[in-house]
């Protein structure tokens, strides 16, 4: 499981085997906007960026998570 | 969705409220009061936080965020201003830049020891909170201090620009404001004192008498003070002398700025403690115990954000604490 994946995983509470590209707020409970903003915070500390709000509005799923830190250089 | 305001004025006939639909189901709302801040004597546009609210299976991901961001951008903000931040709205907005600070200060002055005694007879623990806080005599009258029952007629707007709005920033208290806020839609009744110096108003003081509910006690609530540094006082004191006059028990008035603190000590005021419980109730209608502080809020996304802190000014009638409760 890689950074990003682990990240979910830990702040969302769910198991290794549900955290795909494909997992978006839209069909998870868990994941709520205080969830979402923990989850930035989380990749934030991680990768030392610091994420653009614009950013933080697209980040609808784990797939789409990955590509924006991409484009922070990160990965 | 968006709506405009039903409370059209010149200041309130943008867009104020954004309705999201799943379906046809309301699931979201953000409103907002479109306003002019001043910021240092520069008009920019802004707005304040009314309400934000999304339904509890809808509280996902960065939706409810967008909900207040998107129309925010729309009418190109530069500043946002609001009230009574929830854990939910705290942590985002923080994240989103505001600067939340945890109480709005509040300066209290005992107007009739007796009539404060009265009125707080069944809360002793007010009584013995505010013992040192003697009321003392009324600060001295002076200038030509003149209350007026409208403010349509007065030249306010130029002196406001220039000479005062320089000194502060924060939603701009032009003329058109003071009448949307205090004559068109005011929730109560308010008193305007005009400090005037050669024929024209050099300072405002807006104020208001409210009737205890269930008691024969009256407060004073003080909810703008607009006028230089030197001419705070006359203001204060014929306002004093107004209460003092009428029996009132006590006083107040919250403001975010950090400069009026001394001028209001001057004329026997008692700034509330920082980070500590304010000792005194302020929700009269009926009166309540003592609450908690009030927590308010900005950003400011536009230039020079760094000159921007202690000398906002925002008061208690920016937001909705000044209507009757």
Redesign the interface.
């Known amino acids: 499981m890689d950074v990003i994946a682990s990240v979910f995983q830990e702040i969302l509470g769910l198991e290794p085997q549900e955290i795909t590209d494909d997992l978006a707020y839209e069909t998870c409970d868990r994941w709520d906007s205080l969830k979402h903003l923990e989850i930035v915070s989380a990749l934030e500390s991680r990768f030392g960026i610091a994420v653009e709000i614009d950013d933080i509005l697209a980040m609808e799923s784990v797939g789409r998570t990955r590509e924006i830190i991409r484009t922070y250089g990160v990965l | 969705m968006y709506e405009g305001n039903p409370y059209r004025t010149r200041h309130t006939d943008d867009l104020c409220l954004v309705g999201a639909f799943l379906d046809d189901r309301l699931v979201g709302v953000h409103g907002w009061l479109p306003l002019v801040v001043n910021h240092h004597g520069t008009p920019r546009t802004g707005c304040h936080f009314c309400n934000w609210l ?1 339904a509890p299976d809808m ?8 909900l207040t ?1 998107d129309p925010i951008r729309a009418i190109g903000a530069d500043a946002c201003f609001g009230f009574a931040f929830t854990p ?1 709205s705290r ?2 907005l923080q ?3 505001w600067t939340i600070d945890a109480a709005l200060p509040r300066h209290t002055r005992i107007l009739d020891a007796g009539a404060f005694a009265g009125l707080f007879a069944g809360q002793p623990a007010v009584v013995e909170a505010t013992a040192g806080w003697a009321s003392g005599p009324c600060p001295a009258e002076g200038g030509d201090v003149v209350e007026r029952a409208s403010l349509r007629d007065v030249d306010w707007d130029d002196v406001y620009w220039s000479q005062l709005a320089p000194a502060s920033w924060g939603p701009a208290r032009e003329r058109a404001w003071l009448v949307w806020r205090y004559e068109e839609v005011p929730g109560f009744a308010y008193r305007f004192l005009t400090l005037m110096r050669d024929g024209a108003p050099a300072g405002l003081l807006v104020f208001r008498v409210e009737l205890v509910s269930g008691t024969p006690f009256t407060v004073i609530r003080i909810v703008d003070i607009l006028a230089g540094p030197e001419d705070w006082e006359p203001l204060l004191a014929r306002c004093v002398a107004i209460g003092v006059a009428a029996g009132a028990a006590l006083a107040d008035f919250f403001c975010a700025s950090t400069r009026v603190g001394a001028v209001l000590a001057k004329a026997g005021f008692v700034a509330g403690s920082a980070g500590q419980p304010d000792p005194v109730p302020f929700l009269f209608r009926p009166l309540d115990p003592p609450p908690q502080a009030q927590e308010f809020g900005w950003q400011f996304t536009g230039a020079d954000p760094a000159v921007c802190g202690g000398d906002l000014y925002l008061t208690k009638a920016d937001g909705d604490f000044d209507r009757p409760n």
């Open positions: 999304a509280r996902r991901g960065s939706w409810p965020i967008r961001t939910q942590p985002i994240r989103l830049g």
